[in-house]
């Protein structure tokens, strides 16, 4: 696993246990290189999603940015990051258990505003608020983009 900050590829795993929920592994690792400490996460993938775009295009599923996106709505609030960790997985859960190989993008948002109506308010008018806005000119990739822009106009100071 390659360090993610000076992107040495001899890191150690230093503890290794299963989340809250037991359906993924935590592993904490530090890099040989230069300290750095990290985590990853070890998950059953059931098979391949992909997501269809306004514009027609496909991409592949990625848990992450849906993460990134997420943890963006949720950013200084008192949410327990595990709360967060069991929706997300519990989003791809259903995503892949609906039979479809591809989803929209506009079904994940819905997914996303259902579970943070039940965790944060806060973070679910952020997260609606961007997203039921958003014009014919500017579909859910857009979003999701500006959601993991940590210089966003979008949701500063909100
Ligand atoms: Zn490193």
Do not use: W
Request: glycine residues 6%.
């Amino acid at each position: 696993m390659r360090c993610p900050f000076c992107g040495g590829e001899e890191t150690q795993v230093k503890d290794s246990r299963p989340t809250e929920d037991n359906t993924a592994i935590r592993r904490r690792r530090i890099c040989n290189t230069c300290g750095g400490r990290f985590t990853t996460f070890e998950r059953v993938q059931l098979r391949e999603l992909m997501v269809l775009k306004r514009s027609g295009r496909r991409v592949p599923f990625d848990r992450e940015k849906l993460m990134r996106s997420v943890q963006i709505a949720v950013r200084k609030r008192p949410v327990d990051p595990d709360k967060i960790e069991r929706m997300v997985s519990g989003i791809v859960r259903q995503l892949e258990s609906s039979g479809e190989s591809e989803i929209t993008a506009e079904t994940i948002g819905n997914h996303v505003m259902e579970g943070l109506k039940g965790i944060d308010d806060v973070a679910y008018v952020r997260f609606a608020s961007v997203y039921k806005n958003f014009r014919e000119a500017k579909d859910f990739e857009a979003l999701l983009d500006e959601l993991s822009d940590p210089d966003s106009q979008a949701l500063k100071d909100s």
